[in-house]
T-cell receptor, first 116, second 111 residues
Framework: GAVVSQHPSRVICKSGTSVKIECRSL??????MFWYRQFPKQSLMLMAT?????????EQGVEKDKFLINHASLTLSTLTVTSAHPEDSSFYIC????????????FGPGTRLTVL | SQQGEEDPQALSIQEGENATMNCSYKTSINNLQWYRQNSGRGLVHLILIRSNEREKHSGRLRVTLDTSKKSSSLLITASRAADTASYFCATDPSGNTPLVFGKGTRLSVIA
């Protein structure tokens, strides 16, 4: 089956620093990936759609200058949380669309970000 | 993206009992999916039901879909303590758009 990885799985950083999270489709190409955020005891909320070779589209209320998305290749999308603050602490999950699997989405295992 | 609703928000049952969770959504869909998430972990895909299907089984799981009512249910039979987790429904509006997640049901199965 299609596999999506995320790195790192867990990161702790100081307030004001930037953190980069990688999302990779390991055995398929994904022109489209999605980034979700999940706060404790809440559901997943879509942050942005990442399209290979073009700018990401952001959901309302998500700052594009704070959450930088780069989808430079067909197997890699990165999310950079710039100048992180404690309120950015969350579980970040990506998914990748597989055209070979009827456009099903496959989720990464998530990245737990803690900002001190 | 607007979330659907799930009920109950929390459910506590004894091991061996059946657990039923319901999901309602707002827009037309291509398919509906159910996921499980253990505390602090990633999502585990359980089952996908397409808009032209009414019922689907997978092991101890049974999913129904009623597109006229825009609702779905997930039944877990003969529950086990290991089934303790949060369960989310997610709708796929058109096949290449992001999934829209429900708010989830926290299931506790007591041994």
């Amino acid at each position: 089956g299609a596999v999506v990885s995320q790195h790192p799985s867990r990161v702790i950083c100081k307030s004001g620093t930037s953190v980069k999270i990688e999302c990779r489709s390991l055995d398929f190409q994904a022109t489209t990936m999605f980034w979700y955020r999940q706060f404790p005891k809440q559901s997943l909320m879509l942050m942005a759609t990442s399209n290979e070779g073009s700018k990401a589209t952001y959901e309302q209320g998500v700052e594009k200058d704070k959450f930088l998305i780069n989808h430079a290749s067909l197997t890699l999308s990165t999310l950079t949380v710039t100048s992180a603050h404690p309120e950015d602490s969350s579980f970040y999950i990506c998914s990748a669309l597989s055209s070979l699997n009827n456009n099903e989405q496959f989720f990464g295992p998530g990245t737990r970000l803690t900002v001190l | 993206s607007q979330q659907g609703e799930e009920d109950p928000q929390a459910l506590s049952i004894q091991e061996g009992e059946n657990a039923t969770m319901n999901c309602s959504y707002k827009t037309s869909i291509n398919n509906l999916q159910w996921y499980r998430q253990n505390s602090g972990r990633g999502l585990v895909h359980l089952i996908l039901i397409r808009s032209n299907e009414r019922e689907k089984h997978s092991g101890r799981l049974r999913v129904t879909l009623d597109t006229s009512k825009k609702s779905s249910s997930l039944l877990i039979t003969a529950s086990r303590a290991a089934d303790t987790a949060s369960y989310f429904c997610a709708t796929d509006p058109s096949g290449n758009t992001p999934l829209v997640f429900g708010k989830g049901t926290r299931l506790s199965v007591i041994a």
